[in-house]
């Protein structure tokens, strides 16, 4: 069905809409950071179309919420959300209440039926018709069809980052191709997509004269798109573009030859996001993860060895299905042993669709709490020491408004002294470290 909203059409409407009275958006967003990046694209297209966009839930006629289902907690956060804007619909009937994104793919019908103020649901691919299905009064559920899904990759080309920025988000592939057991990304993104290498740069050097100087590029496993090597290098050349980040990197793909040009290109960030998950072969089997222990270590080593200053994060999950004792401390070796930046660490809960909700979760909570708490603990200890190591030294930061920056190993920085608008550049001397940021004195 998503396929009837197709790009010519939505062009026609965008020129047909000027003498339209101007309406008003909310985009709200949750989950990750190609949600950030499609919400951004959402509003340039809703600013198309002569939208306002607005950060006031009161001034709105539209309100498009882009939903996560990665975990059920987000879910359950956002369907909360949902529920309370019953009120809002009650005070303004004419209200359009818009659900998008993964969890408007998965739950589809079943949003409506618990929310029936909510007007449209919409999948993740096909969320950019929805200035098109608004001027049409399309209510109802609209999710994506492998049409929508393959026509999304041309459309995103048409919209920019948010101008008022220093940081652009550049999704160059979509979806996934892995379906590790525990996880609904390819359930509700679909297979793998990949943009073209000549519209990446192109979108990089048309941001760059925009003013952004630092470009995020963006994918479920970023480094699967075939011509990923060659992209990193073209962005680190392109001028103006002072930074490139890349996120987020499959551990079975990362190879060696990532880390040189990452080394050798100034441009491009000391910091790696690759997800370990765990720690046990076996578990990494039963996840259907494509990569071992030995060869995710043997990455993270070279890394060390390589940008000794390179930051590297990870995502680990606890309580996966079997998951014994030893199976746990084989997790807590890696972690001691690569001593990461940061890590982002989860407990184990089943997603609908996936194969391990298949599998028994026999893992209990009192466990997965008890294991948390233990790699929590660890992880924090090995982040203190990588950031003792700054201490006393001068990072350069961007700022990101006030007196807050990131260095280009993506550490929070907080600084003492006078405050810097979003994106300039600021040098502070580091005189306290701690697990999660680093605290100073300004000097430039
Ligand atoms: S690599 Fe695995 S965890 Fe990551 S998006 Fe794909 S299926 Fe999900």
Redesign the pocket.
Known sequence: MGGQYSRESSKKIMKNTSKRIKKTVYIKTFGCQMNKADSRRLKELFAMEGYNITEKKSKADVMVYNTCSVRGHAENKAMSHLGRLKFAKKNKPDLKICVVGCMAQRMGEEIIERLPHVSIVVGPSTMFRIPLMIEEEVEGVVLDTADSVKEFSDYIDEAACEKSEYSGYIPIMKG?N???SY?I??YVRGREQYRDKSDVINECRSIAKKGIKEVMLLG??VNSHPRFKDILKEAASISGIERVRFVTS?PGQMDREIVDIVAEHSALCNYFHIPLQSGSDRILKKMNRKYTAESFLDIVLYIREKIPSASVSTDIIVGFPEEKNADFQKTLDIVEKAVFDQCFTFKYSPRPMTTASKMDDDVSVKVKKERLAILNRECEKRALERNKMLNGKRVELFSEGGRKGRTDTYKIVFWEGSPSPPGEKVIVNVKKAMPHSLKGVRVL
């Open positions: 996934c892995n379906f590790c996880c990304v390819p479920q496993t499959y």
